[in-house]
C-alpha cells in the first residue's frame, strides 16, 4: 500500500499514546480521530512528514494494558474537537484503527524502548 508520507525511506515511527479514560478511545475508534496535547503535536506532526508510516500505540493511563494500535493518517491540523471535552488537547488528526483489543502490558515486556534507556515497553 502506498505511504502517506512525501518521504518514504524513513524508517516506520512508533508512539505510545496515553489516555486519562477509555471512552476517549472508544470515540477515536468509532470516528477514526484522536487529539493530543499541543506539546505532543510538533513531534508527531515531524514523525508524519519524515517517515513511511506512524504508529500509535494506545494505553489507558493506570490499566495495564494496551487497547490497540492506530496508524496516523493525516497531519494535525488546527480544528479542535468537542468530543474529549476539554481544552487541553489541540488539533484533531485522522486516524485508522489496525487492532482494537485489550492487551495486558506483561505480553510486551520482552520489548525494550532504547530511547528511554532500555525500559519495558508500556
Same mark, same amino acid.
Given at each position: ?45 515531524? $514523525?508524519?512528514?519524515? !517517515?513511511?508510516?506512524? +504508529? ?5 493511563? &493506570? %490499566?495495564?494494558? =494496551?487497547? *490497540?494500535? $492506530?496508524?496516523?493518517? !493525516?497531519?494535525?491540523? +488546527? ?5 474529549? &471535552? %476539554?481544552?487541553? =488537547?489541540? *488539533? ?31
Amino acid at each position: 500500500s502506498k505511504s502517506p508520507s512525501p518521504r518514504q525511506n524513513v524508517p516506520v515511527r512508533y508512539f505510545i499514546m496515553k489516555s486519562s479514560n477509555l471512552q476517549n478511545i472508544e470515540i477515536s475508534q468509532q470516528k477514526g480521530v484522536w487529539s493530543t496535547t499541543p506539546s505532543n503535536e510538533r513531534k508527531l506532526n515531524g $514523525a508524519f512528514w519524515e !517517515s513511511s508510516m506512524v +504508529y500509535l500505540i494506545f494505553s489507558v493511563q &493506570g %490499566s495495564g494494558h =494496551f487497547q *490497540g494500535f $492506530a496508524r496516523m493518517s !493525516s497531519t494535525i491540523g +488546527y480544528e479542535k474537537s468537542q468530543d474529549w &471535552g %476539554s481544552a487541553a =488537547f489541540g *488539533g484533531v488528526f485522522k486516524v485508522k484503527w489496525i487492532r482494537k483489543e485489550s492487551i495486558p502490558f506483561r505480553f510486551a515486556h520482552h520489548l525494550l524502548n532504547p530511547w528511554n534507556d532500555n525500559k519495558k515497553v508500556q
